[in-house]
């Protein structure tokens, strides 16, 4: 390990690790976000997340891989072999994609140890590739016990993240898994990094088809920018589909509000077509709500009250009103008239001023219409039979002062007489 320590801060820039751990948390938080949206998904569309996640997590070790690379100074000329250098990436993204699969079931301590060992191999698989990729006037050779040590650094760690990932009821279970699959990649790196033993050879490396230094950087900035285009549409895909959870949940609070109140509620588009009808409709109207949707109000209405509401709405579509309280007679199924008393309310989008139809609440009056008609009969009977009998009546509002003659009492006095205050003197004596 000592050497693994040495290898890191001698044989390596100061700005190697930084970067090498940043990239590496980006890319891996990126990568479990993306597997998310693999568990939610069918078909098609799980295949591109599993991609996307994959190539996330796979392309993010290899570039943590040759930025250290590109920061590693063992004293003599670097060159890569792009064949090899290629190979190493791909290692990196199929193994990636292989342990995402198994992810979602990383909750079960077994399949967390399997994906970890996919995950493993693939981290040093790409590693030695890496490695084997260099051309430079030495010969390699591993020391096994700092490989073996490398190789169960990520095992452990990554079974560790994987636990703490399938288990997404804890708070930041996804950034604290990535920052342990950081660690375990960055520690097989310089943990394999000590393990290389370089003899010095004399013969000089075949660099034919070697891969440019510029080139090499380019493309994992290159790499850097796709991972930020996922990690940039995941987050988009986590705000539309919360919000579209949000949406539906509102909706199901609305439409439960409306299929369970005895009144019926319709909305319609500002042409007036009717586009939602609630359960009511049957119990008030006697009609199924499909049987209503896709018709306008002017349909039912009897005609002598067409023309007051035909006004209300013309005025109430043009803005010229935000609501009214009709009453109206509306047509039943069964061929009969029922009196309805309709609460219109103009509706908008959320933020905007635009109207892009109304609601409408309709309510069964029948009944108080009917009491309302008997208790103008019964008062108009009232009046007939006091203007009618033999005896005067008056009524005085003292509070008010107005004073109330009956037609038999003005006969009676006269009608100056009875129209003079003075016959409430013997009332002031």
Same mark, same amino acid.
């Given at each position: 390990m000592?050497?693994?320590?040495?290898?890191?801060?001698?044989q390596h820039h100061w700005w190697v690790l930084p970067l090498a751990a940043l990239v590496c948390w980006v890319s891996c938080h990126t990568a479990l976000?993306?597997?998310? *949206?693999?568990?939610?998904s069918r078909g098609f569309e799980t295949w591109a997340w599993l991609f996307a996640a994959g190539f996330s997590a796979g392309a993010g070790m290899w570039s943590t891989h040759f930025i250290g690379m590109l920061g590693y100074d063992p004293g003599i000329a670097i060159?890569?072999?792009?064949?090899?250098?290629?190979?190493?990436?791909?290692?990196? /993204?199929?193994?990636?994609?292989?342990?995402?699969?198994?992810?979602?079931?990383?909750? /079960?301590p077994v399949v967390a140890v399997g994906a970890a060992v996919i995950l493993g191999m693939s981290m040093t698989g790409? *590693?030695?590739a890496g490695m084997a990729s260099i051309r430079f006037?030495?010969?390699? #050779?591993?020391?096994?016990?700092?490989?073996?040590?490398?190789?169960?650094?990520?095992? #452990?760690?990554?079974?560790?993240?994987?636990? /703490?990932?399938?288990?997404?009821?804890?708070?930041y279970a996804t950034a604290v898994a990535a920052m342990l699959l950081t660690v375990s990649i960055a520690g097989v790196h310089f943990i394999a990094m000590g393990a290389a033993e370089l003899v010095p050879n004399m013969a000089a490396p075949d660099t034919a088809s070697s891969l440019p230094h510029f080139a090499l950087a380019a493309g994992i900035a290159a790499i850097m920018l796709t991972i930020v285009g996922f990690a940039a549409l995941a987050l988009f895909v986590d705000r539309m589909r919360r919000a579209n959870h949000a949406l539906r949940e509102s909706e199901a609070a609305y439409r439960l509000l409306a299929e369970n109140t005895t009144d019926v509620i319709i909305w319609s588009d500002l042409d007036r077509t009717r586009r939602y009808v609630s359960p009511a409709s049957m119990t008030v109207l006697g009609y199924r709500p499909e049987d209503i949707i896709g018709t306008r109000p002017l349909d039912f209405? *009897?005609?002598?009250?067409?023309?007051?509401?035909?006004q209300v709405l013309a005025d109430l579509v043009a803005g010229r009103i935000e609501g009214a309280i009709t009453t109206q007679r509306h047509r039943r199924r069964d061929g009969s008239w029922v009196w309805i008393e309709a609460c219109l309310k103009v509706t908008r989008l959320p933020g905007s001023s635009e109207p892009i139809?109304?609601?409408?609440?309709?309510?069964?009056?029948?009944?108080r219409k009917a009491a309302e008609t008997a208790?103008?009969?019964?008062?108009?009977?009232?009046?007939?039979?006091?203007? #009618?009998? #033999?005896?005067?009546?008056?009524?005085?509002?003292?509070?008010?002062?107005?004073?109330?003659?009956?037609?038999?009492w003005q006969t009676m006095l006269g009608d100056d007489r009875a129209r003079s205050t003075d016959i409430c003197a013997p009332c002031n004596s």
């Open positions: 000592y050497r693994a320590f040495l290898c890191m801060t001698e976000r993306l597997a998310r *949206h693999v568990f939610r060159a890569y072999d792009l064949k090899l250098t290629l190979v190493s990436l791909l290692v990196g /993204i199929l193994g990636s994609m292989a342990a995402l699969t198994l992810s979602r079931w990383c909750a /079960i790409m *590693h030695l006037a030495v010969v390699q #050779s591993m020391n096994l016990p700092l490989l073996v040590t490398a190789l169960l650094v990520g095992w #452990s760690l990554t079974a560790i993240a994987f636990v /703490i990932f399938a288990r997404d009821t804890l708070r209405i *009897h005609p002598d009250d067409v023309a007051d509401l035909e139809g109304y609601v409408s609440s309709l309510r069964d009056v029948t009944d208790l103008r009969s019964s008062e108009e009977r009232l009046a007939f039979a006091l203007d #009618s009998g #033999s005896d005067g009546l008056w009524d005085w509002n003292i509070p008010t002062g107005n004073i109330w003659f009956s037609d038999r």
